[in-house]
């Protein structure tokens, strides 16, 4: 009951937690690939060759890049080309075992989508290719606002929620800019949206109840969920009963009465 009610139900005193030891192998890649279509196909492939080793695996769309590199000092483009799409992924084992070798040879024989890639054992390069994806954020605050999604969808739909989202969204406000990265390893994409000339912002970013719906509906449609690791919080309070059944908000208000009849906890968030 507790997990994704934000603090609403009560207050946790006590957790127990199931330690396991730091990884002391870990191997990184860089990987320039075609499309997130591929990006998905390659999740599977490294799944079916190398098992739980994998510990992260996330997507950065050309856009990211761009506004890090513009933005945070010390970053440079991985490849000698500039790429569409990259991902960046990491095999860890707490046994002192090679990695390098089985993630080289995996990206070698995966059979389509890989522009080109490059594999280290070294901390420091590994590091500078995570920075571009972690400076994300810090980049969007400098380059100005920006209409941000924190949205789910089944792994298999993310290359469907790309294509259908862009298409809609540049449909209705051409020359838009998107800003996206995240999870693919659980569906979790961050979907920003903005206009590539600041003068232009202020202007769209008006328009951010429209630009939601357009996005929403489609989550809506692949199944997905409108809010996924950040939650509904008070943004998408109202905005959450387009999407749920009136069954599920009963549900979830009963839930809140029962377990806070006096609506204590985190008053006015998600309901």
């Not at 890989?114 to 995570?130: G, K, P």
Request: with cysteine; proline share 6%.
């Amino acid at each position: 009951l507790f997990i994704g009610a934000e603090g609403t139900l009560g207050i946790i005193t006590a957790a127990v937690l199931k330690l396991s030891p730091l990884p002391r192998s870990v191997a990184s890649a860089c990987i320039a690939v075609r499309d997130p279509a591929a990006a998905v196909n390659l999740l599977a492939y490294l799944r079916s060759v190398c098992g739980d080793h994998i510990s992260s695996f996330e997507i950065i769309g050309r856009s990211c890049l761009d506004i890090v590199f513009k933005h945070i000092p010390d970053t440079r483009e991985p490849f000698a080309q500039p790429h569409a799409w990259m991902v960046i992924t990491e095999l860890s084992d707490p046994l002192d075992v090679p990695l390098d070798g089985a993630l080289n040879k995996a990206l070698s024989t995966f059979p389509d989508g890989i522009h080109e890639f490059a594999v280290t054992l070294d901390e420091e390069r590994a590091e500078s290719w995570w920075k571009l994806r972690k400076a994300i954020s810090d980049a969007q605050k400098i380059d100005g606002v920006s209409i941000k999604h924190d949205v789910s969808v089944p792994i298999s739909d993310v290359p469907a929620f790309f294509a259908q989202t862009d298409a809609a969204l540049q449909q209705a406000y051409p020359g838009v800019r998107i800003v996206a990265f995240g999870h693919i390893g659980d569906g979790n994409i961050h979907y920003n949206a903005s206009m590539p000339e600041p003068t232009e912002n202020q202007a769209f970013f008006a328009q951010s109840e429209k630009v939601n719906r357009i996005v929403y509906d489609i989550v809506a449609a692949l199944g997905g969920s409108i809010g996924a690791e950040h939650g509904l919080g008070q943004l998408k309070r109202e905005q959450i009963r387009h999407y749920k059944s009136a069954l599920e908000m009963e549900l979830m208000e009963k839930i809140k009465q029962t377990l806070d009849p006096q609506g204590l906890m985190n008053p006015g968030k998600l309901l």
